[in-house]
């Protein structure tokens, strides 16, 4: 079982915004400016502690934030491309329709008959809607599949073991679908887990 306080990814900063100490955040949280209200926001080796002191919305999800003892550009300029993360269990629980991506990371895919397919590796947005990247049992190209809502009825629980499955279609027949094979980053475009699905 994947630990309760384990680091899930909800930002990060860009570049400096005037000459203030302000700085570009990018949220990745489901409404932008939700990413304020959690504490404590810390980096990935949990040394540094982020408080914002404002935030303003510049456009999408990209924000404008004051941090608390950062005052000038230079300061500003030292925390562009940080990654801001929040431990998993300062986040509140969702609703029953509703997934946290990270939660689904490690979950065993099996298709609707019980068979063993993979493990979900990511879950990625990119604008036309979710998807689910499974590591093959035996290794191998991953699977994209669509996280739709008939297929999250499939789903067992966020806090089950296993996610079941459409069967798998091939990476051909899926790209003619719509659906391309994740690009080399795939998986750190998977910050979206914070995201909840629609």
Sequence with gaps: MRAPDRLVLVGRFGAPQGVRGEVRVQSFTG???R?????????????KAFVF???RVLKDDMLVVKVQGVETREAASALTGAEIFVPRDRLP??????FY??????LAAVSPDGRAIGRVAAVSSYGAGDIIEIAPEGG????LMPFTKASRRQLISPRARSWSSRPRRSRRARERAGFRQAPARGARRAPRQVRYTR
């Design 31 to 33: 409404d932008p400016r």
């Design 35 to 47: 990413i304020g209200s959690y504490r404590p926001l810390t980096d990935a080796r949990r040394s």
């Design 53 to 55: 002191e404002r935030l």
């Design 93 to 98: 629980e969702p609703s029953a329709d509703e």
């Design 101 to 106: 991506y990270d939660d689904l990371v490690g």
């Design 140 to 143: 191998g190209e991953p699977l």
